[in-house]
């Protein structure tokens, strides 16, 4: 295993990874070693994850594709959270999109359930998921966070 703190221009992100893929993305730059912290195959994926994010804030990236190492499930939180992986970058789509797209249509309150335990913030990105009523909603990094990721790739909300 092995931890980082990412510094992005909108504060700290903590990072974990294992040596198959990335762990954890925590919006407040807190993440607990998952394990012994001196794994290099788990340092390589943290420093490609670094270099990952930072073309992403540099406005040079739309696409991770860093490994993970998270069991979503098979159930509805995991088939949101894959779902999310079809929205492109630059677009939104509502809670209730998000359930339809994860095959259960009634699902709105439940896709938000599923975003707000999203354990790799950013990477899957949740923040790309809007209220169909309109406004921005909520985030587990706070308004003004998901509101500059949106900004980032271009949406003005």
């Known amino acids: 295993m092995a931890t980082a703190l990412f510094d992005s221009p909108l504060g700290p992100l903590g990072l974990a990874a294992s040596a198959r ?29 670094c270099r990952q994010l930072r073309e992403y804030f540099a406005g040079d990236r739309r696409v991770f594709d860093v490994p993970f190492d998270v069991d979503l499930g098979d159930g509805f939180r995991g088939r949101a959270l894959t779902a999310l992986g079809d929205v ?7 809670y209730g999109g998000l359930a339809e797209a994860a095959g259960f249509p009634k699902a709105a309150r439940a896709a938000g359930t599923a975003c707000s335990t999203n354990p790799l913030a950013v990477f899957i990105p949740c923040h790309r998921v809007v209220p169909a009523s309109g406004g921005i909603g909520k985030y587990g990094g706070g308004e003004s966070m998901k509101r500059a990721l949106l900004e980032l790739e271009g949406l003005h909300i």
């Open 21 to 49: 893929g990335l762990v954890e993305v925590s919006l407040h730059g807190r993440v607990a070693p998952h394990g012994p912290e001196d794994d290099p195959a788990a340092r390589a994926i943290l420093d490609e994850a």
């Open 88 to 94: 492109p970058f630059g677009h939104t789509i509502t």
